[in-house]
DNA sequence: GAAAAAATGTGACAGATGTCACAAACTTTG
DNA sequence: CAAAGTTTGTGACATCTGTCACATTTTTTC
């Protein structure tokens, strides 16, 4: 079984070939270092699975991944992710790979890599409980037809997060009093009363 | 490694049996027929993976999973479902099981057993695409937990529309001096800060 | 650099909001 | 029925909110 493994740190890369290559079922044939390579050597490898670093230089693993699942809608992919980078999730999720797993959890690979040739999806620990938040703050809001400049946006978001308008200068460095004026300005273009109406105003649009 | 068993349909079970065993590698001490069983075999035998079907008679595999994880969180649960029944798979998301797989899918179980021994969740081929989807099919809010009553949540459902307190008051024919009792207790009850943050706790929970 | 435009700020005001202590009306329970 | 509990209401109060007119500062444009 072909496993191709692709991760800007080569440290990492030669660890997980030997940690793969151990059990005598798997064979990783090369190593990628960017999202260019994974693409390249896709082509030319036909692996079973990739294994792939979700953050890159060059070209990332999303945007690999992309790539890779346009021509081979089939590509078994597997992000490779930190603790720290939560919002690729749901893009992955969205883009078609088959799993997303903490590179820390060095036994937890191998297995991995079998059930998703076995045709399932695999998520690492902690990360299915993210999932449902995550998808939340989903798709950006369409406020070009409201005349509602990027000032005016972050605002609103700040007040559909319930923050008051002491918190919300404090954040964007404004006055209580400046906060207060771009509220009134953003309620009058919505044509809203009062702030709890531009928080539903905002969850209900997206 | 030992893995419990548990589907209503024997023939199902059996088969199961058969095929965890072949491998060499796992032990399927028993074979339970409900939820019922489920929990009791659970708590005499401990084992490291519960594989068990998410609908069963006399007590659902969901039941069975919150019992079970209720008094042992560390629980490995994974489900097996068939095509039918996606409602329940946010529902076993959010207990906290370790992954929800198809029963066709036989060559794919015990992969998928072993990467949940490894710490990662696993979820059938179609399975993760739907996630979003059900999502956003927003499930009923379970108040209970937080002692609110049927008048407070008709009172947070219009908070939620953007109503002020003479508007609610109107609308139930309460007076608006009391809407505004019943807002600062629920706000207590929630604690939350003021009806928007009401609001915004609304949408966000569902 | 001066003029114009945009962003930010201030202060005053009315009204809405949330809290609290307590009262009145109604319902349930013994 | 009486006691206890629940629901609904009131009034006072401090605070937050939204509006407005206008001032100040910063940035853009010519």
Known sequence: MKVLVVDDDNLVAVSLKTILEAGGRMEVPALGHSGREAVALY??????VLLMDIRMAEMSGLEAAEEILKRHPEAKILFLTTFSDDEYI??????????????????????????????QSVFGGEIVGK???????????????YDIN?????IIELV???????EIAEQLFLSEGTVRNYISVILEKLALRDRTQLAVFYYKNR
Chains 1, 2 share one sequence.
Request: hydrophobic residues 35%; contains cysteine.
């Open 131 to 145: 999932i449902p938040v995550l998808l939340q703050n989903k798709e950006e809001f369409d406020y070009s037809q």
């Open 150 to 154: 990027e000032k005016e946006q972050k």
């Open 90 to 119: 749901v893009k992955a999720l969205n883009l078609g790979a088959k799993g997303y797993i903490l590179k820390q959890d060095f036994e937890g690979i191998a297995p991995a890599i079998d059930a998703v040739l076995g045709g």
């Open 160 to 166: 559909a997060e319930g923050f008051c308008n002491r």
């Open 43 to 48: 082509e030319s490898l036909r692996p079973d």
